[in-house]
């Protein structure tokens, strides 16, 4: 199979290095900076100058692009976009995370030019992608995805079909602000242990250990107590796709409170600075300033818990 790889940032790249290495296809590849197809034409793949360029005898086109403005760009620019010529009977899968809307738009686009389309982003992040295990939530034609599925199992360990065009990308969106939530509801709870005798580490070894604490929030737990944070799952990146999950809400007026509250909470770890780190890196913000509308001391108690008197009632 010719197979065209759109976007070869940390994802893009690990995905078509797998593709080559199977040697079972004719790979070609772009990226908006030419430096990053150089490893990949080494190991075999093809570069194209242009994304039109990259569709050339192409009978699956993938692209891992950072957002809708880059897919925008790489697919519908009226110049040199690769839906200027993508043929018809071509798959087309974006794996991208971008927008539901953005989604069922590329797919009424390829529909028009006789082209099938998938909406397919991912689970997983670098890791994942080198050992070819990630996560594929698929909207789009059941068919479609059965002719590709062989494809999308040599870089990945899973494949799920989620509905129509569009739904793998809201399943994407609702994965990745669960996690999200949950990240930063731990990195608030393990900062506000501040000040108490109860040790960060022996805290989230017991959560582990219950059922109220997944492995991946466990793993992520462990890591917040840490001071290094390299970037697998920006900050950045995890504010984005916050932000288009509540836009996605808004635009169907579903409430999604504790979402939106998050994403305040990731855009604030942004201007600290902290755009850059891991998702796990949002614990600096807990560290390095006292919630909004806090005075900065600790809290008075309240009547529940009144001050200590310092004297053992009588029997």
């Known amino acids: 199979m010719h197979i065209t790889m759109l976007g070869l940032g940390a994802m893009g790249s690990r995905m078509a290095r797998r593709l080559i290495t199977t040697g079972e296809h004719d790979i070609t590849v772009w990226n908006r900076t030419a430096e990053a197809t150089r490893p990949l034409v080494e190991a075999g793949a093809v570069a194209a100058p242009t994304p039109a360029a990259a569709m050339a005898q192409s ?81 789009g034609d059941l068919a479609v995805l059965h002719r590709i599925e062989p494809v999308l199992r040599q870089v990945g360990g899973a494949v799920h079909h989620m509905g129509p065009a569009g739904t793998g990308t809201q399943m994407k969106l609702l994965t990745n602000s669960l996690f999200a939530v949950q990240v930063a509801t731990v990195a608030e709870l393990i900062a506000a242990l501040h000040g108490t005798d109860l040790d960060p580490g022996r805290a989230i070894e017991a959560l582990a250990a219950t059922p109220v604490t997944g492995p991946t929030i466990a793993t992520a ?21 916050l932000e288009y999950a509540t836009a996605d809400a808004a635009a169907r007026r579903a409430t999604v409170p504790s979402t939106r509250t998050t994403t305040d909470t990731y855009r604030q770890a942004i201007n600290h600075g902290h755009r850059n780190d891991h998702i796990t890196g949002v614990i600096k913000l807990f560290r390095t300033f006292p919630p909004a509308g806090s005075t900065g001391t600790p809290e008075r108690r309240g009547e529940a818990d009144p001050p200590a008197s310092g004297a053992c009632p009588d029997r």
């Open 221 to 241: 737990a462990t890591a917040m107590l840490g001071d290094t944070f390299p970037a697998a799952f920006p900050i950045e990146l995890v504010a984005k796709d």
């Open 59 to 139: 009978d699956l086109v993938i692209s891992m692009l950072r957002d809708v403005e880059a897919g925008r760009s790489v697919w519908l620019d009226p110049d040199v976009g690769a839906l200027t010529s993508l043929a018809p009977g071509t798959l087309a899968v974006d794996c991208s995370t971008v927008t539901p809307t953005f989604s069922r738009e590329l797919a009424a686009c390829c529909a028009q030019r006789g082209a099938e389309f998938l909406d397919a982003p991912v689970l997983g992040s670098r890791p994942q992608a080198d050992a070819g295990t990630l996560i594929f939530l698929a909207g």
